[in-house]
């Protein structure tokens, strides 16, 4: 890698994010050095099965990126065996792409159900000390990192001088989340519905409602107050990287929109810190699209979903804030950050195994502006 693009150990001073100053409004200063070069290329996927050919990574590493986010399902561990959730990583870790992924390019990386341990698992899977254990020994987390001691993996990175700083959030969906609200529905009564509406050509959705209770929650009060806090941190551009899709209308399977009262409140907090130059990242869904959402939003909030690397998912679930088409083959997610001239671009792609771009969104960081 050559000078002017982000060193491993820019990144690993870097890991450990900044923490929350109880009793204040603002978050205090990461206790490790910034990595002061400027991001240009910042690649990202979710869903990758240890176990099967990654030919992707060809791709993704001819694109050249200055960093890599992994947005979850890293490994599908599915298990509550920690010699397999062992042997998993170490699939991933043999991988010829993965290796030549981890030598060249600095990683950072959230969690989904399946490297925290069980499909659609949450806050009473009982192996998640085990699995962050492990998750964050894959990827380098330092001994002393906030993330092996907080209540959930969640963390936030700086990039780049000011002007061009990039600020990063990762946020832990799985750690605190409470229980998901089934359709009332039997499982033979949703299959028959679901095969009726395949059959018919219809979108097709999942089997999970809207909770609308105020205590029902993705990230816990802890995990609220600290990102919060973080929408106070100076940036120009900020990328909320979750693991499942923040902005998509409700799909029936699991998303921001599953929890009425944490999708407001996220909008109600870029609001009312007044975080400008947010988009969202996502992953989980086994194909790739963008979505936008406009109305009583502080500015247009878009999430770029990249979703899998291996894994490929043939239905389209129902998405009224889809901008254009569903991309459903294996793919990765790629930004062009420009920096030319007083308002930043960013360029977001899903290309395919081939890096052949299959969807693409010109964003204006201007136009993310709190109104």
């Known amino acids: 890698m050559d000078m002017t693009r ?30 002061n070069q400027a991001l240009t290329r910042i690649a990202f996927g979710s869903c990758a099965r240890s176990d099967k ?23 599908y561990l599915d298990t509550r065996d920690p010699v397999v959730m062992r042997r998993k990583y170490a699939e991933l870790a043999a991988q010829p792409g993965f290796q030549r992924l981890k030598a060249s390019v600095p990683i950072i990386a959230i969690w989904d159900d399946h490297d925290f341990g069980e499909n659609d698992a949450g806050v009473d899977y009982p192996m998640k000390e085990e699995t962050r254990r492990l998750f964050l020994d894959f990827f380098g987390e330092p001994a002393d990192s906030p993330r092996r001691t907080r209540d959930g993996i969640y963390t936030a990175h700086v990039f780049g001088p000011a002007g061009q700083r990039v600020q990063i959030l990762l946020p832990d969906l799985r750690w605190n989340r409470t229980p998901l609200l089934p359709l009332d529905l039997g499982p033979q009564e949703y299959d028959d519905w679901v095969a009726h509406r395949a059959a018919a050509g219809q979108p097709t959705p999942g089997p999970y409602t809207r909770n609308p209770e105020l205590t029902a929650t993705q990230l816990g009060e802890t995990q609220w107050r600290w990102l919060e806090d973080q929408l106070s941190v100076p940036a120009d551009i900020r990328i909320l990287a ?24 996220l909008i109600a907090a870029i609001r009312d810190r007044r975080a400008n130059g947010l988009f969202c990242l996502s992953g989980d869904t086994h194909y790739g699209e963008i979505s936008r959402l406009d109305v009583n939003t502080p500015y247009p909030l878009w999430d770029i979903t990249s979703s899998g690397l291996t894994e490929v998912w043939p239905v389209t679930p129902p998405n009224a804030l889809r901008v254009g088409e569903v991309f459903r ?43």
Do not use: C, Y
């Open 53 to 75: 050919p990654q030919p992707i990574w060809d791709a993704v590493l001819e694109t050249r990126p200055d960093l890599f986010i992994f947005l979850g399902d890293n490994v």
């Open 6 to 35: 982000l060193s491993r150990r820019h990144l690993i001073a870097g890991t450990a994010g900044a923490g929350l100053m109880v009793g204040t409004a603002r978050a205090e200063p990461d206790p490790h050095p910034r990595a």
């Open 242 to 265: 979750s693991s499942l899709q923040v902005v998509a209308d409700f799909a029936g399977w699991e998303g921001w929109m599953n929890f009425a009262h944490d999708h407001q409140r």
């Open 329 to 371: 083959d294996q793919n990765f997610g790629l930004l062009t950050l420009g920096w030319g001239g007083e308002n930043p671009t960013v360029l977001a792609e899903i290309r395919d195994v081939n890096g052949v771009v299959r969807l693409e969104q010109a964003l204006r960081i201007g136009d993310l502006t709190v109104r």
